[in-house]
Nanobody, 116 residues
């Protein structure tokens, strides 16, 4: 079974940085079209934060452009988060999109809390 395990979440003050990691197992990089990060804050819908395909092209939500950077090494995806604000507080979920049928796999999530 495909499993995605996130790490790196925590509590930081506004203006500080965090680096999230997600390790995908049970799947080959050749079976992946893209990997990314989503987040869900209390009372809000889950939203795409950033994604990256095998060619290295990345997409970002407008709210994080210039502050967050997504990168990938084989089936591990990272999210470098700089200049964090309380608005970034959420549970961050790793996502892996498989080729062919376009099936999505999800991690369990890691909590990011930014204090003012």
């Amino acid at each position: 079974q495909v499993q995605l395990v996130e790490s790196g979440g925590g509590l930081v003050q506004a203006g500080e940085s965090l680096r999230l990691s997600c390790v995908a197992s049970g799947i080959s990089i050749f079976s992946i079209s893209a990997m990314g990060w989503y987040r869900q804050a209390p009372g809000k819908q889950r939203e795409l934060v950033a994604s990256i395909n095998l060619g290295g092209s990345a997409n970002y939500a407008d709210s994080v452009k210039g502050r967050f950077t997504i990168s990938r090494d084989k089936t591990t995806v990272y999210l470098q988060m700089n200049s964090l604000t309380p608005e970034d507080t959420a549970v961050y979920f790793c996502n892996c999109n498989a080729r062919g049928v376009g099936r999505n796999y999800w991690g369990q999530g890691t909590q990011v809390t930014v204090s003012s």
